[in-house]
Every structure is written in C-alpha cells, then in structure tokens.
C-alpha cells in the first residue's frame, strides 16, 4: 500500500496508540490481584515462555531500552518472580530467568492475554488477522 492511499483523517499510529492504551486498562483491570505494573507485566509476559533472556535480548522483547529495563527487573527479583545469573559460556551476560512464582504469574498474564486477544479479534476473518498481523510487524521494525 503506497501512502497516497492512507486516508489523511486516519493514523495506523495514533490507533496503535489507542489500542494499546485500551488493552493495557483492560488487561491491569483483569490483573489487578497481581499488583504489577504494565512494564512488570509486559516483562513477564514475555518470559512466560520459559526461555532465560538477556537484559538486552527482553529489553528488545518488549520495546524498551536495557537501562530503562533494569528498575522493572529489580522489582520483579524482589518480589521472587525472576532470578538473574550468569549466561552459560559468557559470564558477562547476565540471564534472566522466571522463579517458579514468576512462572505461575507469567501463566496467568499469557491466560489473560489470550483470553483479551480471543474477545477482541472474534469478529475478524483470517484474513484480517493476518493483515492486523503484518502491519503490527511492519510498525514494530520500522525502529530495527
């Protein structure tokens, strides 16, 4: 799609924006027993696959730098949700890697998410899942 044809009175960013806002009210609503922020969230989420991450490898993950990173990280560690330890056969790196209490939050935050994301998108064709799908992608590399 060229740009001439985007309308002028619509913005794929401005609706990202709004979309993203409105998921994140309904997902803290939905999580507010957890008592964690969107970013302790957002981290968590997408360590729920079990997979130890790098700081700099989750900061990708979840579209935040790794300084910015680290205070989200300090207060999961305190609360016993994530560990952090040295990456096999590279020292300097730093692993992080979800507590059994972290695995079982994580479970519930991937739950809620695939639960929102179902309720969402239950009106929209394949099709159109697809083409939501390869815009998400197209807007996040646009800052790769």
Known sequence: MGSGSLSSEWSAVLALQRATHATLQVLAAELVDLDLTASEINALAN???????????????????????????????????????????????????LTASGRTTAATIRESMAE?????????????????????????????
């Open 47 to 97: 360590l729920a696959d079990g997979r130890g991450r790098t700081v700099s490898e989750l900061g990708v993950a979840v579209g935040s730098r790794p300084t910015t990173l680290t205070s989200v990280l300090d207060r999961l560690e305190r609360r016993g949700h994530i560990t952090r330890g040295n990456r096999p056969g590279d020292r300097r790196a730093v692993l992080i890697e």
């Open 116 to 144: 929102l994301e179902r309720r969402a998108l239950a009106g929209l064709s394949a099709q159109a899942v697809a083409g939501l799908r390869d815009a998400l992608q197209a807007l996040t590399e646009v800052s790769s």
